[in-house]
Protein backbone atom coordinates (compact mmCIF):
# COMPACT_ATOMS: atom_id res chain seq x y z
CA UNK A 1 0.00 0.00 0.00
CA UNK A 2 2.75 2.54 0.82
CA UNK A 3 4.31 1.26 -1.89
CA UNK A 4 1.72 2.47 -4.49
CA UNK A 5 1.81 5.43 -2.58
CA UNK A 6 5.81 5.93 -2.87
CA UNK A 7 5.73 5.04 -6.49
CA UNK A 8 3.95 8.77 -7.16
CA UNK A 9 6.41 10.41 -5.28
CA UNK A 10 9.43 8.47 -6.22
CA UNK A 11 8.37 9.43 -9.74
CA UNK A 12 8.53 13.04 -8.91
CA UNK A 13 11.70 12.08 -6.47
CA UNK A 14 13.38 10.83 -9.65
CA UNK A 15 12.94 13.53 -11.71
CA UNK A 16 14.11 15.94 -9.08
CA UNK A 17 17.56 13.38 -8.51
CA UNK A 18 18.21 13.74 -11.89
CA UNK A 19 17.99 17.57 -11.58
CA UNK A 20 20.44 17.17 -8.98
CA UNK A 21 17.70 17.32 -5.68
CA UNK A 22 17.98 13.73 -4.35
CA UNK A 23 20.92 13.77 -1.08
CA UNK A 24 21.66 12.72 2.44
CA UNK A 25 22.32 15.05 5.45
CA UNK A 26 21.75 17.45 8.22
CA UNK A 27 20.08 20.64 8.31
CA UNK A 28 22.17 23.34 7.81
CA UNK A 29 19.53 25.85 8.98
CA UNK A 30 19.26 24.10 12.43
CA UNK A 31 22.26 22.80 12.89
CA UNK A 32 25.05 24.96 11.11
CA UNK A 33 27.83 22.02 11.47
CA UNK A 34 27.04 20.76 8.55
CA UNK A 35 24.98 20.23 5.22
CA UNK A 36 24.38 16.52 4.51
CA UNK A 37 20.52 16.19 6.34
CA UNK A 38 22.46 15.30 9.49
CA UNK A 39 25.21 14.97 8.16
CA UNK A 40 28.86 16.69 8.00
CA UNK A 41 31.48 17.84 5.62
CA UNK A 42 34.12 15.11 5.03
CA UNK A 43 37.20 16.13 6.46
CA UNK A 44 38.90 13.54 4.80
CA UNK A 45 38.90 12.61 0.85
CA UNK A 46 36.68 9.98 0.24
CA UNK A 47 38.37 8.83 -2.69
CA UNK A 48 35.98 6.15 -4.27
CA UNK A 49 33.25 8.69 -4.57
CA UNK A 50 32.65 9.84 -7.79
CA UNK A 51 30.31 12.86 -8.73
CA UNK A 52 27.73 11.92 -11.94
CA UNK A 53 27.38 15.14 -13.95
CA UNK A 54 25.43 16.08 -16.94
CA UNK A 55 26.86 18.47 -19.90
CA UNK A 56 24.87 21.91 -19.91
CA UNK A 57 23.33 22.73 -23.13
CA UNK A 58 25.13 25.10 -24.83
CA UNK A 59 24.12 28.79 -25.13
CA UNK A 60 22.50 28.83 -22.15
CA UNK A 61 19.67 31.54 -22.20
CA UNK A 62 17.54 28.95 -23.58
CA UNK A 63 18.85 26.70 -21.46
CA UNK A 64 16.40 23.53 -22.45
CA UNK A 65 14.75 21.49 -19.24
CA UNK A 66 17.92 20.50 -17.57
CA UNK A 67 19.58 24.04 -17.45
CA UNK A 68 16.46 25.84 -16.73
CA UNK A 69 15.02 23.71 -13.77
CA UNK A 70 19.04 22.97 -12.73
CA UNK A 71 19.04 27.29 -12.59
CA UNK A 72 15.22 27.31 -10.76
CA UNK A 73 16.55 25.06 -8.40
CA UNK A 74 19.95 25.77 -7.88
CA UNK A 75 21.25 22.45 -8.67
CA UNK A 76 24.95 22.21 -10.03
CA UNK A 77 27.55 22.95 -7.69
CA UNK A 78 31.12 23.19 -8.90
CA UNK A 79 32.74 22.96 -12.84
CA UNK A 80 30.74 25.92 -14.70
CA UNK A 81 29.39 23.99 -17.62
CA UNK A 82 28.29 20.70 -15.53
CA UNK A 83 25.80 20.06 -13.54
CA UNK A 84 26.10 17.28 -10.55
CA UNK A 85 22.93 15.05 -10.37
CA UNK A 86 23.95 11.95 -8.72
CA UNK A 87 27.08 10.09 -6.89
CA UNK A 88 28.71 6.72 -7.47
CA UNK A 89 31.73 5.06 -6.97
CA UNK A 90 34.92 3.61 -8.57
CA UNK A 91 35.38 0.29 -9.43
CA UNK A 92 38.65 0.34 -11.62
CA UNK A 93 40.50 2.94 -13.45
CA UNK A 94 37.81 2.89 -16.45
CA UNK A 95 34.52 1.82 -14.68
CA UNK A 96 32.13 3.10 -11.95
CA UNK A 97 28.66 1.72 -10.68
CA UNK A 98 26.04 3.72 -9.72
CA UNK A 99 21.85 3.77 -9.20
CA UNK A 100 19.93 2.77 -12.55
CA UNK A 101 17.70 5.49 -12.06
CA UNK A 102 20.27 7.94 -12.76
CA UNK A 103 20.81 6.54 -16.10
CA UNK A 104 17.75 5.06 -17.46
CA UNK A 105 15.79 7.62 -19.92
CA UNK A 106 19.09 9.99 -19.90
CA UNK A 107 20.88 10.41 -22.76
CA UNK A 108 24.57 8.94 -21.36
CA UNK A 109 26.42 11.17 -24.28
CA UNK A 110 26.36 14.18 -22.18
CA UNK A 111 27.28 12.54 -18.61
CA UNK A 112 30.49 12.73 -17.14
CA UNK A 113 32.19 11.83 -13.88
CA UNK A 114 33.80 14.09 -11.83
CA UNK A 115 36.16 12.54 -9.10
CA UNK A 116 39.49 13.20 -7.30
CA UNK A 117 38.40 16.19 -4.85
CA UNK A 118 35.61 16.57 -2.29
CA UNK A 119 34.64 19.80 -3.60
CA UNK A 120 33.46 20.22 -6.68
CA UNK A 121 34.61 23.42 -7.72
CA UNK A 122 38.20 22.27 -7.47
CA UNK A 123 38.14 21.84 -11.13
CA UNK A 124 42.02 21.93 -11.38
CA UNK A 125 42.24 19.07 -8.45
CA UNK A 126 39.47 17.27 -10.20
CA UNK A 127 39.55 14.67 -12.90
CA UNK A 128 36.28 14.97 -15.60
CA UNK A 129 36.39 12.26 -17.80
CA UNK A 130 32.91 11.59 -20.20
CA UNK A 131 31.38 8.67 -19.82
CA UNK A 132 31.50 6.03 -23.03
CA UNK A 133 28.11 3.56 -22.11
CA UNK A 134 26.29 2.63 -19.35
CA UNK A 135 24.79 -1.19 -18.42
CA UNK A 136 21.66 -0.67 -16.91
CA UNK A 137 20.77 -4.33 -14.29
CA UNK A 138 18.57 -6.38 -16.90
CA UNK A 139 16.27 -7.03 -14.16
CA UNK A 140 15.64 -3.17 -12.84
CA UNK A 141 12.40 -2.57 -11.57
CA UNK A 142 12.05 1.12 -10.25
CA UNK A 143 11.38 1.21 -6.59
CA UNK A 144 11.44 -2.98 -6.52
CA UNK A 145 14.68 -4.74 -7.26
CA UNK A 146 18.18 -4.33 -9.15
CA UNK A 147 18.60 -0.59 -8.87
CA UNK A 148 22.44 -0.66 -9.97
CA UNK A 149 23.98 0.49 -13.71
CA UNK A 150 27.87 0.38 -14.33
CA UNK A 151 29.08 2.90 -16.62
CA UNK A 152 32.17 2.55 -18.96
CA UNK A 153 34.76 5.56 -18.88
CA UNK A 154 36.11 7.31 -21.91
CA UNK A 155 39.22 7.60 -20.92
CA UNK A 156 40.78 5.98 -17.97
CA UNK A 157 41.08 8.14 -14.56
CA UNK A 158 44.70 8.66 -13.48
CA UNK A 159 44.54 6.83 -9.77
CA UNK A 160 46.17 7.76 -6.87
CA UNK A 161 45.67 9.14 -3.45
CA UNK A 162 42.59 10.97 -4.59
CA UNK A 163 40.86 8.58 -6.81
CA UNK A 164 41.19 4.68 -5.81
CA UNK A 165 38.46 2.27 -6.02
CA UNK A 166 36.13 0.81 -3.65
CA UNK A 167 35.76 -3.11 -2.88
CA UNK A 168 32.40 -4.87 -3.54
CA UNK A 169 30.99 -6.16 -0.29
CA UNK A 170 30.24 -10.03 -0.17
CA UNK A 171 29.09 -10.01 3.00
CA UNK A 172 25.11 -10.17 3.83
CA UNK A 173 24.83 -7.30 5.78
CA UNK A 174 22.34 -8.02 8.76
CA UNK A 175 20.70 -5.45 11.15
CA UNK A 176 22.67 -3.20 13.27
CA UNK A 177 26.15 -2.66 11.39
CA UNK A 178 27.34 1.53 11.49
CA UNK A 179 27.84 2.27 7.78
CA UNK A 180 29.15 5.67 6.40
CA UNK A 181 26.94 7.62 3.53
CA UNK A 182 28.60 10.23 1.32
CA UNK A 183 27.37 12.74 -0.90
CA UNK A 184 26.59 15.83 -2.54
CA UNK A 185 23.24 15.98 -2.38
CA UNK A 186 20.96 18.28 -0.68
CA UNK A 187 21.86 18.55 3.04
CA UNK A 188 18.06 20.18 4.07
CA UNK A 189 15.37 18.23 4.57
CA UNK A 190 13.08 20.52 1.85
CA UNK A 191 15.19 20.57 -1.37
CA UNK A 192 13.19 22.99 -3.74
CA UNK A 193 15.18 25.60 -4.17
CA UNK A 194 18.44 25.24 -2.31
CA UNK A 195 22.10 24.49 -3.30
CA UNK A 196 23.12 21.41 -3.41
CA UNK A 197 26.52 21.48 -1.18
CA UNK A 198 29.84 21.81 -3.10
CA UNK A 199 31.70 20.04 -0.46
CA UNK A 200 31.18 16.48 0.13
CA UNK A 201 28.97 15.78 3.09
CA UNK A 202 28.70 12.36 4.98
CA UNK A 203 26.53 11.02 7.68
CA UNK A 204 26.73 7.31 9.44
CA UNK A 205 24.06 5.04 9.62
CA UNK A 206 22.80 1.95 11.11
CA UNK A 207 21.81 -1.35 8.85
CA UNK A 208 18.13 -2.43 9.89
CA UNK A 209 17.08 -6.11 8.48
CA UNK A 210 14.61 -5.89 5.45
CA UNK A 211 12.11 -7.45 7.91
CA UNK A 212 11.95 -4.04 9.71
CA UNK A 213 12.09 -1.96 6.58
CA UNK A 214 9.04 -3.69 5.66
CA UNK A 215 6.81 -1.93 8.20
CA UNK A 216 7.47 1.15 6.22
CA UNK A 217 8.20 -0.54 2.33
CA UNK A 218 8.21 -3.96 0.50
CA UNK A 219 11.83 -4.14 0.12
CA UNK A 220 13.10 -7.32 -1.51
CA UNK A 221 16.34 -9.26 -1.17
CA UNK A 222 18.12 -7.24 -2.86
CA UNK A 223 17.45 -4.03 -1.00
CA UNK A 224 19.20 -2.52 2.18
CA UNK A 225 17.89 -0.28 4.25
CA UNK A 226 19.24 1.85 7.00
CA UNK A 227 17.69 3.98 9.81
CA UNK A 228 19.19 7.18 11.57
CA UNK A 229 18.52 7.86 15.10
CA UNK A 230 17.54 11.61 13.93
CA UNK A 231 16.71 13.39 11.24
CA UNK A 232 19.01 12.53 9.20
CA UNK A 233 18.71 10.73 5.50
CA UNK A 234 19.93 10.88 2.22
CA UNK A 235 18.60 13.39 -0.21
CA UNK A 236 18.54 14.23 -4.06
CA UNK A 237 21.82 13.82 -5.55
CA UNK A 238 22.44 11.28 -3.30
CA UNK A 239 21.31 8.56 -5.46
CA UNK A 240 23.77 6.17 -6.78
CA UNK A 241 26.27 7.05 -4.58
CA UNK A 242 28.27 4.69 -1.53
CA UNK A 243 27.47 3.01 1.31
CA UNK A 244 30.03 1.66 3.18
CA UNK A 245 30.16 -0.63 5.62
CA UNK A 246 33.00 -2.51 7.27
CA UNK A 247 34.74 -0.64 4.68
CA UNK A 248 33.48 -2.31 1.90
CA UNK A 249 30.40 -1.21 -0.50
CA UNK A 250 27.40 -2.49 0.62
CA UNK A 251 24.87 -0.11 -0.51
CA UNK A 252 23.56 2.05 -3.91
CA UNK A 253 21.83 4.64 -2.51
CA UNK A 254 17.92 4.24 -4.43
CA UNK A 255 15.07 5.90 -2.51
CA UNK A 256 13.56 7.01 0.55
CA UNK A 257 10.75 9.55 1.02
CA UNK A 258 10.65 12.80 -1.12
CA UNK A 259 11.07 15.07 2.24
CA UNK A 260 14.70 13.83 3.05
CA UNK A 261 15.80 13.00 6.82
CA UNK A 262 12.01 12.27 8.22
CA UNK A 263 13.71 9.66 10.64
CA UNK A 264 12.48 7.00 8.14
CA UNK A 265 14.44 4.40 6.55
CA UNK A 266 16.25 4.88 3.47
CA UNK A 267 16.73 2.85 0.79
CA UNK A 268 19.72 1.07 -1.02
CA UNK A 269 20.68 -1.73 -3.66
CA UNK A 270 22.04 -4.17 -1.59
CA UNK A 271 25.69 -5.00 -3.74
CA UNK A 272 26.43 -7.87 -1.98
CA UNK A 273 23.80 -9.10 -4.34
CA UNK A 274 25.21 -8.22 -7.51
CA UNK A 275 29.18 -8.65 -6.79
CA UNK A 276 29.12 -11.37 -10.07
CA UNK A 277 27.17 -8.94 -12.35
CA UNK A 278 28.84 -6.13 -11.82
CA UNK A 279 32.31 -8.06 -11.51
CA UNK A 280 31.54 -9.10 -15.15
CA UNK A 281 30.26 -5.48 -16.44
CA UNK A 282 33.45 -3.98 -14.85
CA UNK A 283 35.55 -5.65 -16.92
CA UNK A 284 34.25 -5.19 -20.25
C1 LIG B 1 32.22 25.88 -21.18
O1 LIG B 1 31.99 25.61 -22.55
C2 LIG B 1 32.32 26.70 -23.40
C3 LIG B 1 31.85 26.36 -24.81
O2 LIG B 1 32.06 25.00 -25.12
C4 LIG B 1 33.83 26.94 -23.30
O3 LIG B 1 34.19 28.02 -24.12
C5 LIG B 1 34.19 27.26 -21.85
O4 LIG B 1 35.58 27.39 -21.72
C6 LIG B 1 33.70 26.16 -20.94
N1 LIG B 1 33.88 26.56 -19.56
C7 LIG B 1 34.56 25.82 -18.68
C8 LIG B 1 34.64 26.34 -17.31
O5 LIG B 1 35.06 24.76 -19.00
C1 LIG C 1 22.58 12.83 -26.86
O1 LIG C 1 23.52 13.87 -26.73
C2 LIG C 1 24.39 13.98 -27.83
C3 LIG C 1 25.47 15.00 -27.50
O2 LIG C 1 24.92 16.18 -27.00
C4 LIG C 1 23.61 14.33 -29.07
O3 LIG C 1 24.44 14.42 -30.20
C5 LIG C 1 22.54 13.27 -29.31
O4 LIG C 1 21.71 13.63 -30.38
C6 LIG C 1 21.70 13.06 -28.06
N1 LIG C 1 20.82 11.91 -28.24
C7 LIG C 1 19.53 11.96 -27.95
C8 LIG C 1 18.77 10.70 -28.18
O5 LIG C 1 18.98 12.97 -27.52
C1 LIG D 1 10.11 -7.17 -7.56
O1 LIG D 1 11.34 -7.90 -7.52
C2 LIG D 1 11.23 -9.26 -7.21
C3 LIG D 1 12.60 -9.88 -7.19
O2 LIG D 1 13.49 -9.20 -6.38
C4 LIG D 1 10.33 -9.95 -8.21
O3 LIG D 1 10.14 -11.30 -7.82
C5 LIG D 1 8.99 -9.23 -8.31
O4 LIG D 1 8.23 -9.82 -9.35
C6 LIG D 1 9.18 -7.76 -8.58
N1 LIG D 1 7.91 -7.07 -8.57
C7 LIG D 1 7.53 -6.30 -9.58
C8 LIG D 1 6.24 -5.59 -9.39
O5 LIG D 1 8.17 -6.17 -10.59
Redo the contacts with the bound molecule.
Keep these: MLKLFLISLLLLHVKCDFMGLFSSKKDADNSGNGRVVGGAKSENRVPYQISLQMQKKEGNSNPGFLGGMMQILGGGGGGGNFSHFCGGSVLNENHIVTAAHCIKGFNTSRMAVFAGTNDLREEDKGQRIMIDSCEIHP?Y?EL???DIAVCRLKESFSMGDNITPIEMGTEHIEGGEECLLTGWGYTSRMVIGRRIPNELQEAKFYTITNEECNQMYST???ELCTKSKGLEGACNGDSGGPLVCKNKLAGVVSYGLMICGTNQPDVYTRVSEFTDWVQQMSSM
Aim: no cysteine; proline share 12%.
Design positions: DVNTSTPT
